[in-house]
Nanobody, 128 residues
Framework: QVQLVESGGGLVQAGGSLRLSCAASGRTFSNYAMGWFRQAPGKEREFVATISRYGIITYYADSVKGRFTISRDNAKNMVYLQMNSLLPEDTGVYYC?????????????????????WGQGTQVTVSS
């Protein structure tokens, strides 16, 4: 049973930073690319960042490029999202996601339909 558990969300002022963590369990973590998504109130879930199975390849939404950094520690079964220079429009519930099938070493996934496992989410609120 694959489980993803996010943590690290909270309330922060614009310009501040947060680091989200996602703990994965239930299978060999290093076999899979991982992703972060977010959902703002009244909006659809959107892609934020993705990372390949060994962390070599990363890809970001244009809206967060240069401010957010995705990383992973395969020894600890963890994936992280470092968020700097936060903006009010970054407010939302942030979700960690994993695909069903193992990933090629260079694969990353932007489409939410590529992910089958989702965490419960962690709330990020950025005040202006």
């Amino acid at each position: 049973q694959v489980q993803l558990v996010e943590s690290g969300g909270g309330l922060v002022q614009a310009g501040g930073s947060l680091r989200l963590s996602c703990a994965a369990s239930g299978r060999t973590f290093s076999n899979y690319a991982m992703g972060w998504f977010r959902q703002a109130p009244g909006k659809e879930r959107e892609f934020v960042a993705t990372i390949s199975r060994y962390g070599i390849i990363t890809y970001y939404a244009d809206s967060v490029k240069g401010r957010f950094t995705i990383s992973r520690d395969n020894a600890k079964n963890m994936v992280y999202l470092q968020m700097n220079s936060l903006l009010p429009e970054d407010t939302g519930v942030y979700y960690c996601a994993a695909p069903l099938v193992s990933s090629a070493s260079g694969s990353v996934y932007v489409d939410s339909r590529s992910y089958n496992y989702w965490g419960q989410g962690t709330q990020v609120t950025v005040s202006s």
